[in-house]
């Protein structure tokens, strides 16, 4: 029924940045709320943010908290991520998902594929 698809990832030097981006196609009649989820290598995968439907209200992990940006300036199901000050830790498949039940991001009801990012020092 809707498909989320990312983009954004690839490799980037130590302290770089980069943003991800995820937008919804295939039927999408309301505002779900989002996050943006990781999984490393040899990890489980992690929430990384998360923002409600309004976009008024957000969520970030304490390891990317005043790095990480996640927000939808449209007020539609389109998210972005914009990370700055990477390290080698944020290495990760990135995810993003949506909830199309609660105000505030609960459960992935939506998932994308994944995008790579990869931080080399």
């Known amino acids: 029924q809707v498909q989320l698809v990312e983009s954004g990832g690839g490799l980037v030097q130590v302290g770089g940045s980069l943003r991800l981006s995820c937008a919804a196609s295939?039927?999408?009649?309301?505002?779900?709320?989002m996050g943006w989820f990781r999984q490393a290598p040899g990890k489980e995968r992690e929430t990384v943010a998360a923002i409600s439907r309004s976009g008024s209200s957000t969520y970030y992990a304490d390891s990317v908290k005043g790095r990480f940006t996640i927000s939808r300036p449209n007020a539609k199901n389109t998210v972005y991520l914009q990370m700055n000050s990477l390290n080698p830790e944020d290495t990760a498949v990135y995810y993003c998902a949506a909830d199309r039940v609660g105000t505030r991001f609960v459960r992935g009801d939506y998932w994308g594929q994944g995008t790579q990012v990869t931080v080399s020092s």
């Open positions: 295939g039927r999408t009649d309301s505002t779900y709320a």
